[in-house]
């Protein structure tokens, strides 16, 4: 579903990505964790070219995103983004948010479109909420509609980054166990994340980056229960019980 091969990614003097390959299969949950600054959201960014890599390889479904010909209205249609600030437009209610993006890029009807943005809200539990605007909303709530704007365009792949850091603490949990139901539906998710519970719980795989490059990979109880890098026993040492 997505192949990253050699990314390289430099803003000016600074190498924020320095060769980064990772693989997901269709239908896995794959988890990217790490320090602040390590270039997790980079690597995100550039997988549906909000960013566009310095050099390597990125293919979603065997196209390559960097090619000169790539048509990216096309591929973003299979790439959903959920975004840690939401990234709602105010002004819009909570079905337009959602129905946007399906009548402005896909014209598909507006009918159509209502009935598509009612069944995504309802698979995130936020259809009863359909006509209230973003400001009306929790945080959690807000999120929750994000992820329904991404779900209703049937992307092959959603990339979540860091979608519970803007959150209250209260608000977590509803947000998380909308992302476990998600993956029950085999909908392939990478999510870059600093809730270490959700990684080890919920992932098929997980990615420790450090420093702009994969230090480590493998199953969840592979790198939580016996990491094999030193960078990752010290950075998982420093989270404590929590990722365990």
């Given at each position: 579903?997505?192949?990253?091969?050699?990314?390289?990614?430099?803003?000016?003097?600074?190498?924020?990505?320095?060769?980064?390959?990772?693989?997901?299969?269709?239908?896995?949950?794959?988890?990217?964790?790490?320090?602040?600054?390590?270039?997790?959201?980079?690597?995100?960014?550039?997988?549906?070219?909000?960013?566009?890599?310095?050099?390597?390889?990125?293919?979603?479904?065997?196209?390559?995103i960097?090619?000169?010909?790539?048509?990216?209205?096309?591929?973003?249609?299979?790439?959903?983004?959920?975004?840690?600030?939401?990234?709602?437009?105010?002004?819009?209610?909570?079905?337009?948010?959602?129905?946007?993006?399906?009548?402005?890029?896909?014209?598909?009807?507006r009918?159509?479109?209502?009935?598509?943005?009612?069944?995504?809200?309802t698979?995130?539990?936020?259809?009863?909420?359909?006509?209230?605007?973003?400001?009306?909303?929790s945080?959690?709530?807000?999120?929750?509609?994000?992820i329904?704007?991404?779900?209703?365009?049937?992307?092959?792949?959603?990339?979540?980054?860091?979608?519970?850091?803007?959150?209250?603490?209260?608000?977590?949990?509803?947000?998380?166990?909308?992302?476990r139901?998600?993956?029950?539906?085999?909908?392939?998710?990478?999510?870059?994340?600093?809730?270490?519970?959700?990684?080890?719980?919920?992932?098929?795989?997980?990615?420790?980056?450090?420093?702009g490059?994969?230090?480590?990979?493998?199953?969840?109880?592979?790198?939580?229960?016996?990491?094999k890098?030193?960078?990752?026993?010290?950075?998982?040492?420093?989270?404590?019980s929590?990722?365990?």
């Amino acid at each position: 579903m997505l192949d990253i091969n050699d990314l390289h990614k430099t803003y000016g003097d600074n190498h924020v990505l320095k060769g980064v390959s990772l693989s997901v299969r269709k239908g896995e949950l794959v988890s990217i964790i790490g320090p602040s600054g390590s270039g997790k959201s980079t690597l995100l960014r550039c997988c549906n070219r909000m960013e566009h890599a310095s050099s390597g390889q990125i293919l979603v479904e065997g196209q390559d995103i960097n090619a000169a010909d790539a048509k990216l209205d096309k591929l973003r249609q299979r790439i959903g983004m959920v975004f840690q600030a939401f990234n709602l437009y105010p002004h819009l209610s909570v079905r337009d948010n959602v129905t946007l993006a399906l009548r402005k890029v896909k014209k598909i009807p507006r009918a159509q479109a209502n009935e598509i943005a009612e069944r995504a809200l309802t698979r995130v539990g936020m259809a009863h909420k359909a006509d209230a605007y973003p400001g009306q909303l929790s945080g959690g709530q807000q999120q929750r509609v994000g992820i329904a704007r991404s779900i209703a365009l049937e992307p092959a792949i959603i990339l979540f980054d860091e979608p519970t850091s803007a959150l209250d603490p209260e608000m977590v949990d509803g947000v998380l166990q909308v992302m476990r139901e998600l993956r029950e539906t085999g909908i392939t998710m990478v999510v870059v994340t600093h809730e270490m519970a959700f990684a080890r719980a919920a992932s098929d795989s997980v990615v420790f980056m450090d420093g702009g490059v994969v230090v480590e990979a493998g199953t969840p109880d592979e790198l939580f229960g016996a990491p094999k890098h030193a960078r990752t026993t010290a950075f998982l040492s420093r989270l404590g019980s929590e990722a365990h």
